[in-house]
C-alpha cells in the first residue's frame, strides 16, 4: 500500500510537471538536488517531528481515494522530490506551494525522513 | 501548592485512583510535582495544546483540560449544514481519544482565573492549580452592537455563530421560507470568527432557496465593511449560480445599519425598511468572558499575544490561541487555532520539560462552498514579524477557474475536515 501511494504521488508529481511544461529540465534538477539533500543532511529527527505537526493538521486521516494523499511510509527521495516540486511551483496544488514555500532543504530532509520512518 | 480539598476531589473524581495519586497527592506530599498545564476551552485551540502537550511529553506534564460541554460541535462545516451537505451529528465529536492521549478532561465550567495563585476557579465549586494556563475561550458576541438585537432576540433572529441549537433554529427558519421571502443578513465588522463565513452563508442560503424552486425570494447582506474576505471569488459565484438573488450592501449602498426589531422582523437603514421572514444577525465580538474578566484583553476586545509563542502579553504564564487571541495578519479560524495550539504546546514543553524550541511558523487555509462541487480557497503561511504575526506567502482562488479545481477543492475540504478534527479531538 505504502508502495502503490509512493508511485501514485511521484505519478502525480510527473504529470504537473507535463502539464506545466518543465518536467525535461526540472527533472534533471530533481536528480542532481535529491542526491544533494540525501548526501548533504543528516536528517534532525526532533526538527522533523516538530515540523510535521503542520501536515498533521491536513494529512493525518488520509486514506488511499483523498485528495490529500497519506505521506506515511514514503520514500524520502519522493517525499524530498515532491516537496521540492512544490516549492518550485512545478506541481499545483497552492496549498502546498504556500507549505513548501518556506522549507529549506534541512526541513524537507527531516520530513522525509520522519514520514518514512513514522506510521499514523 | 497543589490544593486537595473535597471540591478538587470531585472535579476529578472521574479519574482512576491511581491518576488522582500522581496529580493531586504526590506532588505536595513528596515535592517531586510533575508540572501542570491547564487549558480553559476545547475547541480547535485549546483540545490541540491539551492533546500534543500530553502526547509530546509522555506524560512528563500533567495536563488537564476544563470544558463544559461533553461533545464539541464545529463551527467550521457548519454552513455546510445549512446547505443540507451534512448533518450535525457528523460535525460533532467527542473528548474520548483525547483523554486515551493523556488528557484529564474535566466536563466543567471555568468561571474565572486567579492568577496571583496561579488557578482556574470552577463555576461548581473547586479549584486547579496551574504553572502554564491556556485559555482559549472562543468568542462572544457583542449583543448591542447591533440596536434591537440582544440574547432573547437570538432566538427570533438567530446568529448562528456559534453551533448547536442556533445552528437548527437558522435551518429551521430557512426551510420554512416560501417563494417570494427575504432573508437579511446582518454581517459583523472586523475582526469576527471566520471572515469568509457570513459570505458562504449567503451562499448555502442561496443554495437551499435554489433546489426549492424559488424564483422570487431575495437574500439582502447588510455590511458594517466596506469590502470582505474572497470577494470577487464569492460575487462571481453568486452571479453564476444564483443570478440576481444575493445583494449585498456595503455602507455606501445602505448608509448605516440601524437596527432590527424582533417583534416585526424588521431591519432598518438609513435608506430603507426591510421586512424579513428570516433576519440572521452576526453581531460584532470580542473575546469570551474568562480572558476579559481576567484583565488579558485590551481594549478592542482580545487578547494581545507574543507572536514567537503565543503567550499572553500581560501575563507571561497564560498562552492564548485561537479566536479570543489579536493574531496578526492571521484570521479567526480553526486552522489558524490548530496552528497556534501547536506553537504554544511546543513553547509550553519547552519551558515545563526542557524540550528542544523552535522558531514559531503558522499556517491558516479556509475553504469556503459557494454551490455545489463549485469551492473557493484562501491560505497562507505566517511568521513573526514587525511585532505581530506576519503573513508570508499566500494565495487565493481567482475568478473563472476550471469547474474541475473546484470541484477538486471541495474533495480537498472535505478531507481536510477529516484531517484536522481528528488532529484535534483524536
Known amino acids: 500500500m505504502r508502495g502503490a501511494m509512493a508511485g501514485q504521488l511521484a505519478m502525480t508529481l510527473r504529470r504537473g510537471l507535463i502539464q506545466s511544461g518543465l518536467f525535461a529540465a526540472t527533472a534533471a534538477c530533481l536528480t542532481v538536488a535529491t542526491g544533494g539533500v540525501t548526501a548533504g543532511y543528516s536528517a534532525d529527527a526532533e526538527l522533523g517531528r516538530h515540523l510535521a505537526s503542520e501536515c498533521m493538521t491536513c494529512h493525518g486521516t488520509a486514506k488511499a481515494d483523498s485528495t490529500i494523499p497519506n505521506i506515511f511510509g514514503l520514500a524520502e527521495t519522493h517525499f524530498v522530490e515532491v516537496i521540492r516540486a512544490y516549492r518550485a511551483k512545478a506541481l499545483p496544488n497552492p496549498v502546498m506551494q504556500t507549505i513548501a514555500s518556506r522549507l529549506n532543504d534541512e526541513d524537507i530532509a527531516a520530513l522525509a525522513a520522519f514520514f518514512a520512518t513514522s506510521k499514523k | 501548592m497543589t490544593e486537595l480539598t473535597r471540591r478538587n476531589f470531585t472535579v476529578f473524581a472521574g479519574a482512576s485512583l491511581a491518576t488522582l495519586s500522581t496529580s493531586l497527592f504526590a506532588p505536595s506530599a513528596f515535592g517531586q510535582a510533575k508540572p501542570r498545564l491547564v487549558v480553559v476551552g476545547g475547541g480547535p485551540g485549546g483540545a490541540t495544546v491539551a492533546r500534543y502537550v500530553a502526547k509530546d511529553s509522555a506524560g512528563a506534564i500533567d495536563v488537564t483540560l476544563i470544558e463544559p460541554l461533553k461533545t464539541f460541535t464545529?463551527?467550521?462545516?457548519?454552513?455546510?449544514?445549512?446547505?443540507?451537505?451534512?448533518?450535525?451529528?457528523?460535525?460533532?465529536?467527542?473528548?474520548?481519544?483525547?483523554?486515551?492521549?493523556?488528557?484529564?478532561?474535566?466536563?466543567?465550567?471555568?468561571?474565572?482565573?486567579?492568577?496571583?495563585?496561579?488557578?482556574?476557579?470552577?463555576?461548581?465549586g473547586g479549584r486547579v492549580t496551574y504553572d502554564r494556563l491556556v485559555i482559549a475561550p472562543g468568542i462572544d458576541l457583542k449583543?448591542?452592537?447591533?440596536?434591537?438585537?440582544?440574547?432573547?432576540?437570538?432566538?427570533?433572529?438567530?446568529?448562528?455563530?456559534?453551533?448547536?441549537?442556533?445552528?437548527?433554529?437558522?435551518?429551521?427558519?430557512?426551510?420554512?421560507?416560501?417563494?417570494?421571502?427575504?432573508?437579511?443578513?446582518?454581517?459583523?465588522?472586523?475582526?469576527?470568527?471566520?471572515?469568509?463565513?457570513?459570505?458562504?452563508?449567503?451562499?448555502?442560503?442561496?443554495?437551499?432557496?435554489?433546489?426549492?424552486?424559488?424564483?422570487?425570494?431575495?437574500?439582502?447582506?447588510?455590511?458594517?465593511?466596506?469590502?470582505?474576505?474572497?470577494?470577487?471569488?464569492?460575487?462571481?459565484?453568486?452571479?453564476?449560480?444564483?443570478?440576481?438573488?444575493?445583494?449585498?450592501?456595503?455602507?455606501?449602498?445602505?448608509?448605516?445599519?440601524?437596527?432590527?426589531?424582533?417583534?416585526?422582523?424588521?431591519?432598518?437603514t438609513d435608506f430603507a425598511n426591510y421586512k424579513a421572514a428570516l433576519v440572521n444577525v452576526i453581531p460584532a465580538q470580542m473575546a469570551g468572558k474568562i480572558a476579559r474578566d481576567a484583565g488579558l484583553a485590551d481594549q478592542s476586545g482580545y487578547c494581545p499575544i507574543d507572536p514567537e509563542n503565543m503567550k499572553s502579553k500581560v501575563d507571561g504564564n497564560i498562552f492564548v490561541v485561537g479566536d479570543a487571541a489579536i493574531p496578526g495578519d492571521m484570521p479567526k479560524s480553526a486552522f489558524a487555532a490548530n496552528s497556534q495550539a501547536k506553537v504554544a504546546a511546543m513553547v509550553i514543553r519547552a519551558e515545563l520539560v526542557k524540550s528542544?524550541?523552535?522558531?514559531?511558523?503558522?499556517?491558516?487555509?479556509?475553504?469556503?462552498?459557494?454551490?455545489?462541487?463549485?469551492?473557493?480557497?484562501?491560505?497562507?503561511?505566517?511568521?513573526?514579524?514587525?511585532?505581530?504575526?506576519?503573513?508570508?506567502?499566500?494565495?487565493?482562488?481567482?475568478?473563472?477557474?476550471?469547474?474541475?479545481i473546484r470541484k477538486q477543492n471541495y474533495k480537498e475540504s472535505v478531507d481536510w475536515y477529516n484531517g484536522i478534527v481528528a488532529d484535534i479531538f483524536g
Open chain 2, 143 to 268: 449583543w448591542d452592537s447591533v440596536p434591537g438585537y440582544s440574547e432573547a432576540a437570538a432566538q427570533i433572529m438567530p446568529h448562528a455563530w456559534k453551533p448547536g441549537p442556533q445552528t437548527q433554529l437558522l435551518v429551521k427558519k430557512l426551510n420554512a421560507l416560501k417563494d417570494g421571502d427575504t432573508i437579511v443578513m446582518i454581517a459583523p465588522p472586523n475582526p469576527y470568527r471566520c471572515p469568509p463565513g457570513p459570505y458562504e452563508r449567503a451562499s448555502m442560503f442561496a443554495h437551499v432557496l435554489k433546489k426549492k424552486g424559488h424564483k422570487k425570494s431575495k437574500i439582502i447582506i447588510l455590511d458594517p465593511k466596506p469590502a470582505f474576505s474572497k470577494q470577487a471569488v464569492f460575487m462571481e459565484g453568486w452571479e453564476k449560480h444564483y443570478p440576481g438573488m444575493i445583494e449585498w450592501q456595503d455602507p455606501k449602498v445602505h448608509g448605516g445599519i440601524k437596527g432590527v426589531d424582533p417583534k416585526t422582523g424588521e431591519v432598518k
Open chain 2, 74 to 124: 464545529t463551527c467550521f462545516f457548519s454552513n455546510l449544514y445549512v446547505g443540507g451537505f451534512r448533518d450535525l451529528k457528523s460535525l460533532t465529536h467527542n473528548y474520548d481519544k483525547v483523554r486515551k492521549s493523556g488528557v484529564k478532561v474535566v466536563h466543567s465550567m471555568a468561571a474565572s482565573i486567579d492568577r496571583g495563585k496561579k488557578q482556574v476557579l470552577l463555576a461548581g
Open chain 2, 356 to 404: 528542544r524550541a523552535f522558531p514559531a511558523r503558522y499556517s491558516n487555509t479556509c475553504w469556503s462552498l459557494i454551490a455545489p462541487d463549485d469551492d473557493i480557497k484562501v491560505g497562507a503561511s505566517y511568521e513573526p514579524g514587525d511585532g505581530k504575526i506576519k503573513q508570508g506567502a499566500g494565495f487565493i482562488s481567482q475568478k473563472g477557474e476550471p469547474a474541475d
